[in-house]
């Protein structure tokens, strides 16, 4: 068996949002101990996105530094579209060039319905979604302009159902969107575009209005299978030149790695041309959500051909 190379990013420039502490910090300390110069992005505000702070991103540095890297700080908020802007003119400045952008920035602000009310609203997508999109944005004629690029987007297994964190699941619902189409404009211009889900306990996992899921809930082995650290290998592969992968959705930490996908069933064909009746989705219930022959496509259009098939070319 040939031996698996050293997956390097000497002479690569990497953004990492929200990289002062958590999993932004093991992000970027993973992506500089193999050689990226790095720019480490945190605005040091609270889990809930209140206030501002330079220490941890400069704190971050100076690990990175300390240990022989290159890294430079950056507190510019990406809940901004300035700021986000702001930030992709760091790396510029700085290192000369963009090539790895890590969306990880976020807050968490607890709320079920009805009681996450518009600024809860708001100010999540502000950050998640704003955030990745602009800096994203900021990025693309940089990567477009040499050919290259890899974006990392961060969505949340809250997906499945987070009732009392409803905004921030909305808003990592709509990442994955986002991924998936953005997906297929940048394979053109030599930039894949995937998503992590991450399975470690952040700071955004707990809160005044929730339970200290560190202290209060989980025992010492559970806390050290979910360190932050153990996300970022996933992390670092998507985001090496050698990766090929696109478009996909991993699931990361507690010593696992998974791919989530979205899968759709074969579903019922209603025979003939009448329309079909309420009855008759009822009684062909068990046929429409059968997972027997489920298929993964890969776009619209792929969807479309395969749901479509029965009406003929």
Not at 79 to 91: F, I, R, S, W
């Amino acid at each position: 068996m040939s031996a698996i190379p050293d997956y390097r990013f000497d002479g690569r420039v990497a953004v990492v949002t929200g990289a002062g502490r958590g999993l932004g910090r093991a992000h970027a300390l993973q992506l500089a101990e193999r050689g990226a110069k790095v720019v480490v992005n945190d605005l040091g505000g609270t889990k809930e996105g209140e206030g501002s702070d330079s220490g941890p991103a400069n704190d971050v540095v100076r690990e990175i530094t300390a240990a022989g890297g290159s890294a430079v700080g950056d507190t510019h908020n990406v809940g901004t579209e300035d700021g986000c802007h702001a930030l992709v003119e760091t790396a510029v400045r700085e290192f000369g060039r963009i090539d790895i952008v890590v969306n990880n920035a976020g807050i968490s602000r607890f709320a079920t319905f009805p009681e996450a009310d518009a600024d809860n609203l708001e100010r999540t997508l502000d950050v998640h979604l704003r955030g990745t999109w602009h800096t994203t944005r900021a990025a693309w004629p940089h990567m477009t302009e040499q050919g290259y690029g890899r974006i990392i987007t961060t969505t949340s297994t809250g997906m499945f159902g987070l009732p009392d964190n409803l905004a921030y699941a909305t808003a990592k619902g709509a990442l994955i969107g986002f991924t998936r189409s953005l997906a297929i404009e940048a394979e053109k211009h030599g930039i894949l575009v995937n998503c992590v889900a991450p399975n470690a306990v952040t700071r955004p996992s707990t809160s005044a209005a929730k339970p200290n899921i560190t202290t209060n809930t989980l025992d010492e082995a559970r806390l050290q299978a979910l360190r932050t650290e153990l996300v970022s290998p996933m992390v670092a592969y998507l985001a090496h030149e050698d990766c090929s992968v696109n478009g996909e959705i991993l699931v990361a930490g507690a010593q696992r790695f998974a791919r989530w996908f979205l899968g759709v069933t074969p579903g019922y064909q209603s025979p003939g041309t009448a329309t079909p009746s309420v009855e008759e989705i009822a009684q062909h219930w068990g046929a429409i959500t059968d997972e027997g022959d489920y298929y993964v496509p890969k776009s619209l259009h792929e969807w479309t051909a395969k749901y479509m098939a029965h009406l003929g070319a």
